[in-house]
């Protein structure tokens, strides 16, 4: 299972606390395991953006590279991914893949050997990832949500999500992540990637926990808005030669969060009230949705949950998108538009 120059690894995280720590023994783990088979083993390089916890203690004490970004330019993941690879390959020159981590993630055993299988068996195959789950998915119908969502199809994918291990040639041919933008960097790189003939590749088989910690509706419809802002910077930066689902999310916003609502309350007068009957569309495709849902074998509650939240989105995705233009116009960036709580602190100092 050698690979030449090794993997080496990016974690890139904010008040993780024992997120962090989790994370990174779960690395750790792998890193010695590859090592007693007599692996190549890259290095791991952890960036922080901003911790006012211990977090960059804990990585030293896991023998990390540390990047701390400087607090004058905003945080984004693209731009703490960039410059995590940028110090991986400054420190380990020949290595050959990197898997990125997020701090709130804990890696599932036997992932980094199958990701590199995969690479090997695939050559035109660029990214590959697997399945993500929620640590606690039952802790709120928010964590739940995010559990689904990412429970994607198997194989040849449009797009991947923040976690997953790239050829560095590719990373570097197309120039990493984008770091002006706020969300919805994935989608950008992955479509680079298949610009340049590289495939996005949907592994069968576990890759971490995850732990949203999205306990409340504010860090949802926050999320929410982040979202809706990444749909409409990707569809404003690439327009119709771009990524279709940046085109039909937009498109959906603009129909359920902004049109339906006004059919249904402008000729209300006219129509003496009439006109109010236009939102019997929304269960109409509640029930269309959570259909479709029932059908891929989702439990009842799963369903329910999903159908209820996709449509509710719609409204935060509206926000946010409507940031996006309004800052674009008067020629301001976006700040990053945070959901998480800090997680619990965790003692600076080596791990054990």
Same mark, same amino acid.
């Given at each position: 299972? *050698?690979?030449?120059?090794?993997?080496?690894?990016?974690?890139?995280?904010?008040? &993780?606390?024992?997120r962090?720590?989790?994370?990174?023994? !779960?690395?750790?783990?792998?890193r010695? *395991?590859?090592?007693?088979?007599?692996?190549?083993?890259?290095?791991? $390089? #952890?960036?922080?953006?901003?911790?006012?916890?211990?977090?960059?203690? $804990?990585?030293?004490? %896991?023998?990390a590279?540390?990047?701390?970004?400087?607090?004058?330019?905003?945080?984004?993941?693209?731009?703490?991914?960039?410059?995590?690879?940028?110090?991986?390959?400054?420190?380990?020159?020949?290595?050959g893949?990197?898997?990125?981590i997020?701090?709130?993630?804990?890696?599932?055993?036997?992932?980094?050997?199958?990701?590199?299988?995969?690479?090997?068996?695939?050559?035109?195959?660029?990214?590959? #990832?697997?399945?993500?789950?929620? +640590?606690?998915?039952?802790?709120?119908?928010?964590?739940?949500?995010?559990?689904? *969502?990412?429970?994607m199809?198997?194989?040849?994918?449009?797009?991947?999500? =923040?976690? %997953?291990?790239?050829?560095?040639? *590719?990373?570097?041919?197309?120039?990493g992540?984008?770091?002006?933008?706020?969300?919805?960097?994935?989608?950008?790189?992955?479509?680079?990637?298949?610009?340049?003939?590289?495939l996005?590749?949907?592994?069968?088989?576990?890759?971490?926990?995850?732990?949203?910690?999205?306990?409340?509706?504010?860090?949802?419809w926050?999320?929410?808005?982040?979202?809706g802002? !990444?749909?409409?910077?990707? @569809? @404003?930066?690439?327009?119709?030669? =771009? &990524?279709? @689902?940046?085109?039909?999310?937009?498109?959906?916003?603009?129909?359920?969060?902004?049109?339906?609502? /006004?059919l249904?309350?402008?000729?209300?007068?006219?129509?003496?009230?009439? !006109?109010?009957?236009?939102?019997?569309?929304?269960?109409?495709?509640?029930?269309?949705?959570?259909?479709?849902?029932?059908r +891929?074998?989702r439990?009842?509650?799963?369903?329910?949950?999903?159908?209820?939240?996709?449509? /509710?989105e719609? %409204?935060?995705?509206?926000?946010g998108?409507?940031?996006?233009?309004?800052?674009?116009?008067?020629?301001?960036?976006?700040?990053?538009?945070?959901?998480?709580?800090p997680a619990?602190?965790?003692?600076?100092g080596?791990?054990?």
């Amino acid at each position: 299972m *050698s690979v030449p120059g090794g993997v080496g690894v990016v974690v890139i995280g904010r008040n &993780e606390g024992e997120r962090l720590v989790t994370c990174l023994r !779960s690395v750790d783990r792998w890193r010695a *395991s590859a090592a007693r088979r007599g692996d190549v083993v890259g290095p791991i $390089v #952890y960036v922080d953006s901003g911790s006012a916890d211990a977090s960059v203690e $804990v990585a030293r004490g %896991f023998g990390a590279e540390v990047v701390s970004l400087d607090p004058t330019r905003p945080f984004t993941a693209a731009r703490a991914r960039n410059e995590g690879f940028d110090r991986l390959l400054r420190v380990a020159p020949g290595v050959g893949r990197v898997q990125f981590i997020d701090g709130d993630c804990e890696m599932s055993e036997g992932w980094f050997d199958r990701a590199v299988q995969e690479l090997d068996a695939r050559p035109r195959v660029a990214v590959v #990832y697997g399945r993500v789950r929620e +640590r606690f998915p039952e802790r709120s119908v928010y964590n739940t949500l995010c559990d689904l *969502s990412w429970d994607m199809p198997v194989g040849e994918v449009r797009s991947c999500g =923040g976690i %997953f291990m790239v050829r560095c040639p *590719s990373f570097r041919e197309v120039g990493g992540f984008n770091p002006a933008l706020i969300a919805g960097e994935e989608p950008d790189l992955s479509l680079r990637l298949r610009r340049h003939g590289g495939l996005i590749w949907r592994v069968d088989a576990e890759m971490c926990l995850h732990d949203s910690a999205m306990l409340r509706f504010g860090q949802w419809w926050r999320r929410s808005v982040r979202t809706g802002h !990444s749909y409409a910077q990707g @569809h @404003h930066m690439h327009g119709a030669a =771009g &990524e279709r @689902h940046w085109a039909f999310e937009v498109r959906s916003m603009l129909i359920w969060a902004l049109l339906v609502p /006004l059919l249904a309350a402008v000729p209300m007068y006219w129509t003496r009230g009439l !006109s109010l009957g236009v939102l019997a569309l929304y269960p109409l495709q509640w029930w269309r949705i959570r259909a479709g849902q029932r059908r +891929r074998g989702r439990t009842s509650r799963e369903a329910n949950i999903f159908a209820t939240f996709i449509l /509710l989105e719609k %409204f935060a995705n509206l926000a946010g998108a409507a940031t996006f233009h309004f800052n674009r116009l008067r020629g301001r960036e976006t700040t990053i538009i945070e959901h998480k709580l800090p997680a619990p602190g965790a003692a600076a100092g080596t791990h054990t």
